[in-house]
């Protein structure tokens, strides 16, 4: 029965258009035909002299299939097909050539299953395959989660090929579909597979194929603008706000838009920005997910990098949605379940913009609409608060939305004042010098790192600097050199600085550290600008207080060290989720504290407070089940599969590295306080798997205290006799206490002599949990940097406390011997250690010396050795 094939797909593209599914119209002639390029099956000339009883072909792009079948026409450059459409190649080159056009039909011959078929489609440059389904017959059928029994599968030809589910497979026994199920294959030759692997009577299938341009202006030559495909995955992309300038600027979509997406996928795209102020806004024009089938095809927002960041929103079955949410990085994921009937969805398509919006939420500094001369300043340093609130009558809260511009002084101390934030050059109107001057207290010091700025006038008359103290612009330069000061960087133009590299990755920091509480930064730009050569800078601050917090450490992006002598004897530690400083930081995050006591003390860290941690573990394995801690007489311990830097974590670390204490996955609460008392130093080390400024890693709290005692430690002993005894410490009864020590003890004699040594203890404890070893004297240690721990030679004698007494005979003339214990425990280490030594003097006639035990003869007699040793003696004494 011949129809009407103009209309019919006339009426499937007014479908198409509610249906939010376009494909490429194909039309030819206007009235009744066979198929699509035989007009009628009869009353048009035969090739060769044959009559008047061969197909009428269309007029364009048509030709006669001949006597293989007179029936019917062909599209020129496939007539050798028209009997046994199988096994063929359709080149788009060859087949403009030859028909001028770019599109074509592919009707399958009737096939007795089990067979197979196979079409390869080469498209031109700049074209992409698409493939119109219209007809099934006897095609497999679908089992509920894939297709069994025969399928169609269109898939890239360069792709290893296998059977498994997650490939495009359309099956049914008996389909008509209006509006045609619509493929698309993107990377490059394509391969449409038509296979029957059961016993059928007929199979076939109807389909259209057109190589598409990808400039086509009805949509279906879609491909993403504006992003960069990631390298080795199958449909990850990274989208920019610097690539994306401009209206339409950006446009992403599901793989195969606006065709059907393969199954079983996870595509990830990242957004990412370069600038503190810029938020992210993503406009789905269309979301077209199969119906009540959310658990297997929907979007997600996470807000950073990862798949295991933050939730922010999740799209389902929707038509239409806007999301908006600040960076620096969002991770938009489309999942797909399998291929189900009747394939009447074709994924999202949306448009990405990146906008400047004021953030209000925190705090607002404390900003001046002009800057105040120097003297003003100095007078601010010297009176305090009150200066500086009789100076800030004219402040500016409501306009400044948080964001620090010229002009602003921005104090770190007192009632509303501001520990750390962003400024920005273009937050405020144009000014050729700009300052921003950060006052911190007395025992604060300031950071500033530097994201982003643009500087272009050449010989240095752009450019950036931040020094030392309070300063105003001069009239003449040589002023400030002057008086001594000296920048602690400087950024010449031209200069121009990204937060980002093209791959999406932050840049190392380019930060700095003052010595002091108080910072300028300072910037001397062009008389004018424009849009496109706008000259900024913008970045973060960040007050440290040092009597607090620790000494930072400049050369760390977060690191301090506390010392018993100069800290408080008490303190506290959280983490520094708050720093805007680390707003460029989409990583692994390690911060440290490390306390060192002095030589009379000790150091206590107590861990009070503990969110549940998490995993980032490189394959994709999420959750607190990554790490677990396991806490015994030896410490906590975390226990991963995987290296521990891919697990959130807090760690106690002695300066030798050894781990005391590890506390990661789903820490109970329950086992808290863990402590740790060292007389050594001890790091604490906070570590974040997967860093990002909008999730802000977990939170802890610990305390700390310098304890007065001066039971451990390096010491030197010259007395011939003595005794080393442990003394009792206050405990804090935790269950998780645990004692660590590191105490060296060396015995040193100027004379001659044999050393005895008593070990005795009460305890009943393994080698591993504490132990007392003697060793003969290295002399290479007393200088080095390891002290009276590195002069430590062979061992010579290893006691544990449940060997409970021990006394040891060191050989003859060993005069310089050292003792080390080592311990970590939940109970301290109680021991005794007494030495007395044998003396002899070498100018004295008193007799020799006692033999060395190893040396003696059996029973009383002495070696033959030892007697000419005796003689020569004597022999040198008399003389002497």
Known sequence: MRRPLALLLVAAASVAV??????????LDGSSQVDLWTQSSSGCACPGEGGEECACCVRDGACPCGDIAPARCSQCGLEQYCANMCNITIDSRILKAKSGKSFGQIKSPSMEGPGSCSYFLQPDAGQRVELQLYRLVSVGKFNGTSCVGGWIQLSSASAVRTDSVAETRLCGANERYTPPVVLFADHGAALLEFRIIEKTVRSQFLAFFSFTSLSNTQGVGFHPSGGSRIPHTD???????????????CILASPGYPGLYPPHRKCRYLFATNSVHTRVKI?????LLPR???TWDYLTLRAGSSPSAPLLASLCSERMATLEHPGPNLLLEFKSGPLVPPYDYNGFIAKLEFIERLDSSGAPPTVLPASPPLAALTHLLDNGDAALDALGSNEVFANSGGRIGCGAIVRGYGPGGLRSGHFDTRATTWRTQCTVHLIGAATDVVQVSLFNYNLRLQGCRSHIEILEGLHEFSSRERDRSEKGDRALLKVCGPAAREARDPSGRFLIRQAVTSKGANLTIMVRR???QNAEEEEFVDGAFAFHDEQHEGTASPDATCASTHYGLAAPAHGGVSAPSHHHIFWNIEERLLCTHRFIPASNQSVTVEIQRLDRMWSAEPTGTTGASGCRTACGDAGCECRAQTPLHYHDHVALVAGDGTHLSCLCGDFQAAWLPVVVRSWTSVRLEYSVAHYTYASRGFDYAAAYSFNDDAMCGQRTFTTHSGEISSKNVSVTGSLNEFFYQQCTWVLDSNVERQLFIDITSEQ????????????EWSGAGAHSDAGLSGAAGDLLYTFCARHKNHTYTLPWRLNTLVIRLVALSRQQPLYTIR????????NNRLGPPTPVPAASAAGNGLTISYILYCVLYCILQYAL
């Open 835 to 842: 030495w007395r030594s044998q003396v002899v003097r070498a």
């Open 292 to 294: 009540n089938h959310c």
């Open 526 to 528: 062009a008389l004018s």
């Open 235 to 249: 449909c990850d992309w990274l989208y920019q706000d610097v690539s994306c300038r401009g209206p339409n600027a």
């Open 18 to 27: 509610s249906a939010q599914i376009a494909w490429t119209p194909i039309f």
């Open 764 to 775: 009943d404890k393994s080698c591993g949990s504490w132990n007392i070893t003697l060793h």
């Open 283 to 287: 406009i789905f024009t269309s979301i």
